[in-house]
């Protein structure tokens, strides 16, 4: 598994989670606290965007060698709300940004011990698990658009495919 692919998806991700969460912090703290309902994975938009940072941050923290002993839902977060939330995604982004700069082909091969949900020790290769969290993280992205789409009409598209038109575009005009 090319170190390339591994960095190009994790830009994406962030590209795509920022891209929701500017939609919803637009939408003010009576919007994304409100209650979608019981059949989402986490009720609120904002305790959604609180479930997605606490993975990243969890998976990052197991991938430095620290414990992860809280998981579920909210990763035992105190996160009020949605604007309290920015910036320390911004520094999760930052530090998972400097990680995975740092990493070389051959780290993507090292075994890497986590306990399950059930108990059970389970090795994975460090880049398999670089892969499972962008990937745990779509799901809940399209229930973050679904939820969007109720409160407020439909969402910018979250895609690789737009992500790569939205950089193009940025090149084009002398950014990024």
Do not use: C
Request: proline content about 5%; overall charge negative; cysteine-free.
């Amino acid at each position: 598994m090319p170190i390339g692919l591994i960095r190009e998806l994790w830009e994406y991700h962030h590209w795509a989670n920022r891209r929701l969460f500017d939609v919803a912090a637009a939408l003010g703290e009576e919007v994304t606290s409100r209650e979608m309902g019981s059949h989402w994975s986490v009720p609120t938009l904002q305790a959604m965007f609180v479930h997605l940072y606490g993975a990243d941050r969890i998976w990052l923290r197991r991938w430095n060698g620290e414990s992860d002993s809280t998981a579920g839902p909210t990763y035992g977060l105190d996160i009020a709300t949605l604007g309290e939330l920015r910036r320390p995604w911004d520094d999760l982004e930052s530090e998972q940004r400097r990680f995975i700069a740092a990493l070389g082909e051959s780290d993507l091969e090292r075994t890497v011990k986590v306990r399950s949900p059930s108990g059970v020790m389970v090795s994975v290769t460090l880049g398999m698990m670089l892969l499972h969290v962008p990937n745990h993280a779509t799901h809940h992205r399209s229930e973050l658009a679904t939820m969007l789409t109720i409160a407020s009409g439909s969402p910018p598209d979250t895609g690789i495919m737009s992500y790569y038109r939205d950089n193009a575009d940025a090149r084009r005009a002398g950014g990024r």
